[in-house]
């Protein structure tokens, strides 16, 4: 059957070219997570706020060297892009940021994030949320980025806003979390948005 519309991304535009590294201001880094990371992967998960907004946890380096290859493979899949957020100098994990779900047809993708306890509070994932964005936009050829959070989950919903993904309503009863069902915050940011972003 003809397609009517040309889809926004060619298939195969994202594998044939390698997952790149992207600069964050001065503070940090977003690269390609390396075997290397299943350690910090591992201390990352044993923190409770992780563990409670993600729904899962690892118990050993090896589970976390299993994700960390799912990781990689869904670059070249184009079913899911994942990057470390890592400091220049040393490549301390300081978080996690990943575009999942991906729809190459009509060029959107979900945005997810995760921090580790001591790099928060100073405006760094909202910094890597706007600078992997931007990628998607100008690069990439993405035209809508989708981010939920949990209504119980106010940081991740200021880090939306902040990085100007506009709240687009909630859906009712849409994640299950170890205590039961959650209502979900949708924000959306589109290729032509020209929301004012705080950095």
């Known amino acids: 059957m003809p397609e009517l519309a040309t889809p926004a991304i060619t298939t195969g535009y994202l594998a044939g070219m390698d997952q790149p590294s992207i600069r964050v201001e001065t503070s940090a880094i977003i ?3 390396i075997p290397d990371d299943a350690p910090a992967v591992v201390e990352a998960f044993q923190d409770p706020s ?4 993600h729904v899962r946890r690892a118990d050993s380096v090896d589970e976390a060297h299993s994700w960390i290859t799912h990781w990689q493979k869904g670059w070249s899949d184009e079913s899911e892009c994942h990057w470390a957020i890592v400091t220049p100098e040393t490549g ?9 779900g991906l729809d190459l047809r009509d060029g959107s993708a979900d945005v997810a994030y995760w921090m580790v306890p001591g790099s928060r509070g100073r405006g760094l994932c909202t910094q890597a949320v706007i600078t992997l964005s931007e990628w998607v936009f100008r690069d990439a050829g993405f035209h809508r980025l989708e981010l939920e959070h949990s209504i119980h989950n106010p940081q991740s919903c200021r880090v939306a806003t902040k990085a100007g993904f506009s ?10 979390h170890a205590d039961g069902w959650h209502d979900m915050h949708m924000h959306a940011r589109l290729h032509s948005d020209q929301s004012v972003i705080t950095r």
């Open 50 to 53: 992780i563990q409670r907004w």
């Open 31 to 33: 690269r390609p997570w």
């Open 92 to 100: 301390e994990l300081l978080g996690r940021i990943a575009l999942k």
């Open 167 to 176: 709240g687009e309503g909630v859906r009712r009863g849409s994640a299950r």
